[in-house]
């Protein structure tokens, strides 16, 4: 199968997305920084984007869903509508800076790290989880149908606490 050594390269190499990688290696001014990721994404930094986007992006790579983030933004006394975070937890989806999972069909969860990689989700708590690096190969997939191209695998392994175990 001509397109199974990339693929593989493409799982294994769980790199993080170009704006992350270049943010974590340089040590500039994070609002400044915010600013122009918003600009080079084609997003005007207005106030409430900047504000959500300090919540998001400030605090390395996180799973949310708008509840939670409508939620710290009341805590850090942001005045934004629920509406408004939605809206902007889409914009910046539709920008490439986040990433919609399916997970769960009650609920959204945005991914901070917009590159491909695989999850772990705690059914019970609704928690999300990067998996390890290392923890999963997807070595045999069928050919895509007739004019169509395998874009991305991502894989996600649900889990519940076995019956009788303790909580940690
Ligand atoms: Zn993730």
Redesign the pocket.
């Known amino acids: 199968m001509s397109n199974s050594l990339p693929l593989q390269a493409m799982l294994n190499a769980r790199g993080a997305p170009l704006d992350a990688a270049s943010a974590a290696g340089r040590r500039g001014c994070p609002l400044s920084d915010l600013r122009d990721r918003l600009r080079r994404s084609g997003l005007r930094p207005t106030r409430q984007r900047l504000s959500l986007g300090w919540l998001l992006f400030g605090r390395g ?1 996180r ?1 949310l869903t708008a509840e939670m983030l409508y939620d710290e933004a009341m805590r850090a006394k942001v005045p934004v509508s629920l509406a408004t975070v939605y809206n902007t937890l889409h914009q910046f989806t539709e920008a490439g800076l986040l990433r919609q ?1 399916a997970l769960d069909g009650s609920k959204a969860y945005f ?1 901070t ?1 917009p590159s491909e ?1 695989h ?1 772990f989700f705690l059914e019970d708590e609704g928690q ?1 989880l ?1 998996m390890p690096d290392c923890g999963i190969t997807v070595d045999s997939l069928p050919d895509a149908p007739e004019g169509m191209e395998i874009a991305g695998v991502e894989v996600i392994v649900r889990l519940r606490r076995r019956h009788g175990a303790r909580q940690s």
């Open positions: 790579d799973h999972l991914d790290n990689h999850h999300v990067d």
